[in-house]
């Protein structure tokens, strides 16, 4: 690059020198906690949902709160904190103290839920402040470093979030079979081994996402005149509608990816809220005899008839629940356990039962012996199924952080196009897989697969748009791509539970192979994205040189 004889007269570009390998390890250290709150929420979200008496019809809806708020935090942080600038705290740290300090408080009070209606509402809260502090971790890759490190940049936060996620996971296991802290607890409460976990998330979140916070600074505007002048002409209310305009003024190279973004996805939030439920009901022994099923039937008609006058509550109430109420609000979830059982497996003798019908009917009394080891069984393989998925979890997110290191070397090798395709391709056959699994430690396997493609999703997505935006758009155009992750969550929340009960007959491990498919068909469409960045370029660049090299891609997009 040397002597390319390219001139920059560009006000929003600098010559950026590159980083230490320390510099890069300090500005992503604080993902590893970020990756704590999002990895307790994906793991153990759903079981708590479920332990509160949601059905699983009612679990993508329950759901949709985590890309709702995405959708509505991230473009407006990301184009917020363009135009933010302290001269101790730099542009994007403000943002990252902010999320931090409200994601550790959510994630204090998460298992402390004592309804469904409060843990949805923390899971809005908790979701939306994670939200604050992530967005600008990606700008800040694009802010600091030249573009011959920017693929390095992303996969060293896919490290960190793969390590994150691997110790995240673990929590409830480790809590349980290492310091013997229990994972059962009576029906409609949250397993202590559940809510240490969230502790602990909590702390590790903030206390790491601070430590980026000291150690790195960050570069002040180019122009500190021309910078002032766009945050005095810009408003609050212009600032919002312009971070939902972004959409309509995308770079080609985002377009290409967007469609990309919404297939995979998809996936990923079928697995998100599939798993727990497709997991310990299709591989666990969930099972009671027609005999048992139909003396659990029986107590609940009893008990629904005895209490039909009760007055019902609206799931919005936020009055005083009442005795009576929750009696009435229980057996309501309960009937939608059996009515869904009824439509499902009408043709099968033995019954594949929920943990809250198990749960009733040892609460209710009125059993044998033998039968109040058979529910006392369907409870324990519950929640030994959902603690074995969290390992699984972690295996993924631990092949994500290894393979990190891998992904600059292979997008090196071929390109970033081709690295990408090829890991969703892999990823996709490991969801797909889950439906032919019949012994739990398959599963690990099935979940190192996906692994490889989570690692990619954090990184090359991210690296492909950085080099086709401009440095002063940065957070926005950042935000603005969040819309084609939530996007095709929210269809996921919206539309999954339909497709599970009539495409797949109540079987959600359906659901996660409909993901896979979709994943391997958005690794497809990743060939045809318009990489310009994606020149191999020598790690011996001078800032100057990054500096024209950079400068050409702007000339190459004068529109962005």
């Given at each position: ?93 403000p943002f990252f103290f902010v999320g931090a300090l409200l994601a ?183 099972r009671v005899s027609g005999n048992l099923y139909q003396k659990i ?264």
């Amino acid at each position: 690059m040397a002597g390319s004889g390219v001139t920059i007269d560009n006000p929003n570009m600098r010559a950026k020198p590159r980083l230490s390998f320390w510099q890069i390890w300090n500005m992503s250290f604080g993902f590893l906690g970020i990756q704590f709150g999002f990895e307790l929420q994906n793991s153990n979200v759903s079981r708590i949902f479920e332990t509160l008496g949601a059905n699983k019809d009612d679990l993508p809806l329950l759901w949709i709160a985590a890309p709702l708020t995405g959708l509505l935090v991230q473009p407006i942080i990301g184009y917020f904190s363009d135009r933010t600038w302290h001269p101790t705290w730099g542009r994007r740290r403000p943002f990252f103290f902010v999320g931090a300090l409200l994601a550790t408080l959510a994630l204090f009070f998460m298992p402390n839920s004592g309804s469904l209606l409060v843990a949805a509402s923390m899971l809005w809260i908790m979701d939306a402040s994670i939200n604050i502090s992530m967005e600008p971790f990606r700008a800040f890759v694009g802010d600091l470093l030249p573009a011959n490190q920017r693929t390095t940049g992303f996969a060293t936060q896919s490290f960190f979030i793969g390590v994150g996620s691997v110790i995240a996971a673990c929590l409830p296991w480790l809590f349980t079979n290492v310091f013997n802290i229990a994972n059962t607890a009576p029906q409609g409460v949250i397993p202590p081994s559940v809510k240490y976990a969230f502790y602990l998330g909590g702390a590790a979140l903030f206390l790491t996402v601070m430590y980026t916070v000291f150690t790195t600074r960050e570069y002040p505007p180019v122009d500190m005149a021309e910078f002032e002048r766009e945050k005095k002409e810009g408003s609050m209310f212009g600032g919002i509608t312009a971070s939902f305009m972004g959409i309509f003024n995308m770079p080609k190279s985002m377009s290409q990816l967007a469609v990309v973004q919404l297939f995979t996805w998809f996936a990923l939030f079928a697995m998100w809220i599939y798993s727990t439920n497709a997991v310990t009901s299709n591989i666990y022994n969930m099972r009671v005899s027609g005999n048992l099923y139909q003396k659990i039937v029986q107590q609940v008609n009893q008990a629904s008839a005895a209490v039909k006058d009760a007055p019902s509550k609206s799931f919005f109430d936020l009055s005083q629940t009442t005795e009576a109420e929750k009696k009435v609000k229980e057996l309501g979830a309960l009937r939608a356990d059996i009515a869904d059982i009824a439509a499902h497996q009408a043709g099968t003798t033995d019954k594949v039962i929920t943990t809250n019908l198990a749960g009733y009917a040892l609460k209710n009394g009125q059993l044998a012996p033998a039968e109040s080891a058979d529910l006392k069984r369907v409870q324990q393989q519950y929640n030994d199924g959902a603690d074995w998925l969290g390992i699984c979890s972690s295996v993924r997110n631990g092949v994500a952080a290894i393979f990190a290191f891998l992904l600059p070397v292979l997008a090196r090798r071929t390109s970033r196009r081709f690295t990408h395709m090829l890991c969703l391709v892999v990823g996709g056959l490991g969801l797909i897989s889950l439906s032919l699994v019949h012994d739990p430690r398959l599963l690990l396997g099935s979940m190192a697969l996906v692994g490889i493609a989570w690692a990619s999703i954090l990184s090359m997505p991210y690296a492909m748009l950085a080099g086709a935006l401009p440095a002063n758009k940065m957070g926005y155009y950042m935000g603005v791509f969040n819309f084609f992750i939530v996007t095709p969550q929210i269809i996921a929340s919206v539309g999954l539970g339909f497709l599970t009960n009539h495409l797949f007959n109540g079987n959600t491990m359906g659901a996660l192979v409909l993901g896979g498919a979709g994943m391997i068909l958005g690794g497809l469409l990743t060939l045809r994205v318009q990489d310009t960045d994606d020149i191999r370029l020598p790690n011996n660049l001078t800032p100057a040189e990054n500096l024209a090299y950079e400068g050409s891609l702007a000339d190459a997009n004068p529109n962005v």
